[in-house]
C-alpha cells in the first residue's frame, strides 16, 4: 500500500506538465495577441468608416452649401437687375406717363386716354425663418384706352410699353371692339382698345417696420 | 540548446553537433583509450542535449510473424510480451514493426536487442552527470532507414535524372561508414535487419566489393527466411565514401540489383542528419527513460508550436499593426478634412448670408417676380395665334375680343402648395351644357399624377360672323378649321356658339334653303400646365 502510494506518477502529460504549462501560456499569449490584434484592427477599420462617412457627409454638406451660396449669389444678381429695372421701390408716375407717350409717340394727339389709379399693397412679404414683414408687393392700376387704331398698332403699343424700363406690369384686362371710321370717302375698318394694366412692384420695409 | 550526436562506432566514437536538418563534425576519438570524462566535458554540459547512435557488430535480430491481430493495443501487447521473452533481461531492446498493406494488419515484427549493453550504459552514465540530457538512443539502421526514406522521395540536388523513384517493399541499403560496411534490409521503409561488415584494414569499397559482401548478407536473410525473392533481384541502395563513377546503374550482380549508388563521403553525418524525423518506436532508452524522453520531447514539442504559433501571431500582429496604423492615419487624416470642409461650409454660409435680411429680401423679390411678371400669360403671343388662324380661315370675320388674366395675388392655401390659387376665371361654357364637371375631368390638360385641374392663368374671349353665305356643311368644316388651328399645349378651346351646332345633345332650328347670319361666340383658355 505504502509502495503504491510512493509510486511517482508515469503519465507522459504528468511528467511534461512545466512543458506543458509554458506551451499554454505561449498558446494564450499567441491567442490573446491575435484576438487583441484583430479586435485593434477591426476596431480602425471601423473608425475608418465613420471617418469616411463623416467626410462623405462634409463633402455632401459643403456641396449643399456652395448650392445655396450658389442660390443666393444668383438671387443677389438678380435682385440688383430688378431694382436696376425699377422692381424694387415706387415708380416714379411722371416716367410712367412719360413711357406711355414714348409708346404712343407715332399716334395722332388725343387718341390714347390713361388713368393712373392710387397704388395698393397685394401681399406683405415675410421672412420665412422669423416671420418678420421684409417688404410689400405693391401694383399701380392703370387704365388705358384708344379709339379708332389698328389692332396691331394697340399691341404694338403694349410691346413697346414694356421695353421702356420704367418698371414690370401686367395685362389683367383687354378689350377690342370692332367699329370703323370715315377716311376721306371710304369707312376704314379699326377697333376701339382698352386695356387694364397693374404696374408691379416691390418696396422693402426697414427692420421693425409694419403695415400701417 | 545545443544538442550533441555522439556515435559509437565499432571501434572509435564520433561526435556531431546537431541541428534539426544538418549534423555537422566535431571530432573523433578510439574508443579503447578515451578518457570518457575529460572528452564529454569538452562537449557536454548543463542543458546540452545528447543523442547516442551506435553503429555496433553486436546487434540481435529476431524474425517474429505476427497473427491478424487487429487491435493495435493488443498487438502491441503481443509484441512487448514476445520482445521481452525473446531478451529477456537485454538493457536495449525494441520491436521494429513494418505497416501492414492496405487495410491488413502488420504480418511481421523483427525483435531487436542492442549488444554491447554495458559499454552504451556507460555512456549514458557519463552523459548524465555530466549534467547533460539524454535525448535518445538509436541504431545506425534506423537512421539508414529514414536517410533511405528521405533520399529515395526526393530529388537529388545535383539533377533531377537522379532521382530515385521508390517502388520496391523490400530493398537492401548498403552504407560504408568508418566502421565498415553497413547493410540494413529494409521492408516497407522498415529496417528488420542490419548487419555490420567490418572495415578489414585500410580497405576502399568499391562497388564490386560492397556487392560481394551485400551477397553473402542477402544469402543470410534468404535461408533465415526474412527474404523470398522468388527469382527476383534485391533492390540494393549502395552509398560509397568513393564509388568508381564509371560504373553504369542499374547494375546487376548476382541476386542483387543496384539500384541506385551514391558518393557519400561522411555517411555518419548524411544520416545522423534524420534524427529528427525518426519514429519514438526505435528509441532504444530503457522503459522508465523513455517515459521520460517522451515527455520532454512533447514538452519541447508543444512549446516549440507554441512558440511558433506565437512567432507567427507576433508577426501577424506587426503586419496588422502597420496596416492598421496606416488605416488610422487615413481616418485620421479623413477626420481632419471632414473637419475643415464642415468648418468651411459653415463659414461660407456665414459669410453668404451675412445679411440674412437682405438674401431674404432677395429671394422673395426675385420669387414675387417670377410669379407675377415672368411667369404671366403672353397676351401679344395669344393674339399672334388668333391672328393667324383668322388668316387660315377667312370665313370668319371677328368684331370683339377680350383678354382676362387671373388674379397673380390670390393665396394658395398652405395645406395645398400643390394646388392652383383660387380663381372663377374661365370661360363661359355653352348655354344648356350640364357637363362642366366631366369636361373637367376629361381635360386632356388634366395633370394625371395629382387629379387636379389645370389653372387659368388668361382667357381670350372673342365673338363674330362666319360668311352667311355657306352652307351647314361648310359653316361646319370652318368651324372644325379654327378649332383645329387654335388647339395646342396649355390651351382649350370653348366654344359657347358655334357656327354649326354639331353636338346631337343640342337641339338645332333653320330653314332649309335660307341662309342668314352665323354668329359665332368662342372663348381660348391660357393654362398653366
Redesign the interface.
Known amino acids: 500500500m505504502s509502495t503504491a502510494k510512493a509510486k511517482r506518477p508515469?503519465s507522459?502529460?504528468?511528467?511534461?506538465r512545466?512543458?506543458?504549462a509554458?506551451?499554454?501560456?505561449?498558446?494564450f499569449?499567441?491567442?490573446a495577441?491575435?484576438v487583441?490584434?484583430?479586435y485593434?484592427?477591426e476596431k480602425?477599420?471601423a473608425?475608418?468608416a465613420?471617418?469616411?462617412a463623416?467626410?462623405a457627409?462634409?463633402?455632401e454638406?459643403?456641396k449643399?452649401?456652395?448650392q445655396?451660396?450658389a442660390k443666393?449669389?444668383a438671387?443677389?444678381t438678380?435682385?440688383q437687375r430688378?431694382s436696376a429695372s425699377r422692381?424694387?421701390g415706387v415708380p416714379d408716375r411722371l416716367a410712367l406717363l412719360d413711357a406711355i407717350e414714348k409708346s404712343s409717340q407715332d399716334w395722332p394727339s388725343g387718341l390714347l386716354r390713361w388713368e393712373i389709379q392710387a397704388q395698393r399693397v397685394?401681399?406683405t412679404?415675410a421672412?420665412?425663418?422669423g416671420g418678420?414683414p421684409?417688404?410689400e408687393?405693391r401694383v399701380i392700376p392703370m387704365k388705358l384706352s384708344a379709339t379708332n387704331i389698328q389692332?396691331n398698332e394697340w399691341?404694338s403699343f403694349?410691346?413697346q410699353l414694356r421695353y421702356q424700363g420704367v418698371g414690370?406690369f401686367?395685362?389683367?384686362?383687354?378689350?377690342?371692339?370692332?367699329t370703323s371710321f370715315n377716311f376721306i370717302r371710304a369707312a376704314v375698318p379699326a377697333v376701339n382698345a382698352s386695356?387694364n394694366i397693374s404696374w408691379?412692384f416691390?418696396v422693402?420695409l426697414e427692420?421693425g417696420e409694419a403695415k400701417k | 540548446m545545443a544538442h550533441i550526436g555522439i556515435l559509437l562506432g565499432y571501434d572509435t566514437v564520433f561526435a556531431y553537433r546537431l541541428t534539426r536538418a544538418r549534423a555537422e563534425f566535431l571530432k573523433s576519438a578510439p574508443i579503447a583509450q578515451l578518457d570518457l570524462e575529460d572528452w564529454l566535458k569538452a562537449l557536454t554540459g548543463k542543458g546540452v542535449r545528447a543523442t547516442i547512435v551506435t553503429d555496433f557488430l553486436d546487434e540481435a535480430y529476431a524474425r517474429s510473424p505476427l497473427p491478424p491481430v487487429w487491435s493495435p493495443v493488443a498487438r502491441r501487447e503481443l509484441i512487448e510480451r514476445r520482445l521481452g521473452q525473446q531478451y529477456r533481461g537485454a538493457l536495449y531492446k525494441a520491436a521494429i514493426v513494418p505497416p501492414g498493406k492496405g487495410l491488413k494488419p502488420p504480418a511481421l515484427a523483427s525483435l531487436f536487442s542492442l549488444g554491447q549493453a554495458e559499454l552504451v550504459a556507460t555512456w549514458v552514465n557519463a552523459i548524465e552527470n555530466q549534467g547533460a540530457h539524454l535525448d535518445g538512443i538509436w541504431t545506425f539502421a534506423s537512421l539508414a532507414a529514414q536517410a533511405y526514406k528521405s533520399f529515395t522521395h526526393k530529388p537529388s540536388k545535383k539533377g533531377a535524372s537522379e532521382k530515385i523513384e521508390d517502388s520496391t517493399p523490400t530493398v537492401l541499403h548498403v552504407i560504408e561508414t568508418p566502421s565498415g560496411l553497413r547493410q540494413v534490409l529494409l521492408i516497407d521503409g522498415a529496417p528488420v535487419f542490419s548487419r555490420l561488415a567490418l572495415r578489414q584494414g585500410e580497405v576502399i569499397y568499391d562497388l564490386q566489393s560492397a556487392c560481394a559482401e551485400a551477397q553473402r548478407t542477402a544469402q543470410y536473410l534468404s535461408s533465415q527466411e526474412w527474404l523470398a525473392l522468388k527469382g527476383q533481384a534485391l533492390a540494393t541502395y549502395v552509398w560509397l565514401a568513393k564509388p568508381d563513377e564509371q560504373t553504369s546503374i542499374p547494375h546487376l550482380t548476382g541476386a542483387l540489383n543496384v539500384v541506385s549508388l551514391l558518393a557519400q563521403p561522411d555517411a555518419y553525418s548524411a544520416v545522423l542528419a534524420q534524427w529528427a524525423k525518426l519514429p519514438a518506436a526505435l528509441q532504444l532508452l530503457p522503459a522508465e527513460k523513455r517515459l521520460l524522453w517522451r515527455a520532454k520531447t512533447l514538452g519541447r514539442e508543444a512549446i516549440l508550436a507554441s512558440a511558433a504559433l506565437l512567432f507567427g501571431a507576433s508577426v501577424w500582429l506587426g503586419a496588422t499593426a502597420i496596416e492598421t496604423r496606416g488605416i488610422q492615419q487615413l481616418a485620421a487624416d479623413q477626420l481632419v478634412e471632414a473637419v475643415a470642409k464642415e468648418k468651411k461650409a459653415r463659414l461660407d454660409l456665414l459669410r453668404a448670408s451675412g445679411d440674412a435680411r437682405k438674401a431674404a429680401l432677395a429671394e422673395a423679390s426675385v420669387a414675387v417676380w417670377k410669379k407675377s411678371i415672368a411667369e404671366q400669360p403672353d397676351q401679344i403671343e395669344t393674339l399672334d395665334l388668333l391672328a393667324r388662324a383668322l388668316t387660315q380661315v377667312p370665313e370668319l370675320k371677328i368684331d370683339q375680343i377680350r383678354w382676362r388674366s387671373s388674379d397673380a395675388w390670390a393665396a394658395v392655401p398652405a395645406e395645398q402648395p400643390n394646388a392652383p390659387a383660387p380663381t372663377d376665371l374661365r370661360c363661359a361654357q355653352p348655354s344648356g351644357s350640364s357637363q362642366e364637371p366631366a369636361a373637367a375631368a376629361a381635360n386632356p390638360n388634366q395633370d394625371p399624377s395629382t387629379g387636379v385641374p389645370p389653372r387659368v392663368l388668361a382667357t381670350l374671349q372673342f365673338t363674330g360672323d362666319v360668311n352667311a353665305s355657306l352652307s351647314a356643311k361648310e359653316a361646319a368644316q370652318v368651324q372644325e378649321k379654327f378649332s383645329q388651328v387654335m388647339a395646342g399645349e396649355r390651351r382649350r378651346l370653348v366654344v359657347s356658339q358655334p357656327a354649326f351646332e354639331t353636338d346631337p345633345n343640342k337641339p338645332y332650328v333653320g330653314i332649309l334653303g335660307e341662309t342668314g347670319t352665323r354668329r359665332i361666340e368662342q372663348c381660348l383658355e391660357v393654362l398653366d400646365k
Not at chain 1, 12 to 16: D, E, G, K, R
Not at chain 1, 22 to 27: D, I, N, P
Not at chain 1, 170 to 178: G, L, P, S, T, Y
Open positions: 508515469t507522459v502529460a504528468f511528467l511534461a512545466k512543458s506543458l509554458v506551451s499554454a501560456g505561449l498558446l499569449a499567441a491567442v495577441v491575435l487583441g490584434g484583430h485593434w484592427s480602425a477599420r473608425d475608418a465613420k471617418s469616411v463623416r467626410r457627409a462634409a463633402n454638406n459643403l449643399s452649401t456652395e445655396t451660396i443666393l449669389d438671387n443677389f438678380e435682385f430688378l422692381f424694387i397685394v401681399k412679404i421672412d420665412e425663418t418678420e421684409l417688404a408687393a389692332e399691341v403694349l410691346e414690370y401686367r395685362v389683367d384686362a383687354c378689350e377690342m371692339r370692332k386695356c408691379v416691390i422693402p427692420a
